[in-house]
Nanobody
């Protein structure tokens, strides 16, 4: 069993930054993909950023240049640096990971951006 634990969410003023972290309970392997997804109130869950084990990062076009994903492969940890936050970034951010075609999810960490 793999458990993902997110941290770093909170309340921040518009224009500020947050750094989210996600740590897996086991680090005897490297996830094929680790990433971040978010769900705003009344909206579907959407991809924020993801990174393969080879280090290739993917972002939605709307978030490129503002959010940065990074991974610590040895410790099975993924980070999300969020800059220039706006109220539209408010939502629950989930850590997700895949390994051998199996998906794992964290419980989510809430991000609230005030104006």
């Amino acid at each position: 069993q793999v458990q993902l634990m997110e941290s770093g969410g909170g309340l921040v003023q518009a224009g500020g930054s947050l750094r989210l972290s996600c740590v897996a309970s086991r680090n005897v392997f490297v996830f094929d993909i680790m990433g971040w997804y978010r769900q705003a109130p009344g909206k579907q869950r959407e991809l924020v950023a993801r990174m393969t084990k080879e280090g290739s990062a993917n972002y939605p076009d709307s978030l490129k240049g503002r959010f940065i994903i990074s991974r610590d492969y040895e410790n099975n940890t993924v980070y999300l640096q969020m800059n220039g936050l706006t109220p539209e970034d408010t939502g629950v951010y989930y850590c997700g990971a895949s390994l051998d075609f199996r998906d794992y999810w964290g419980q989510g960490t809430q991000v609230i951006v005030s104006s």
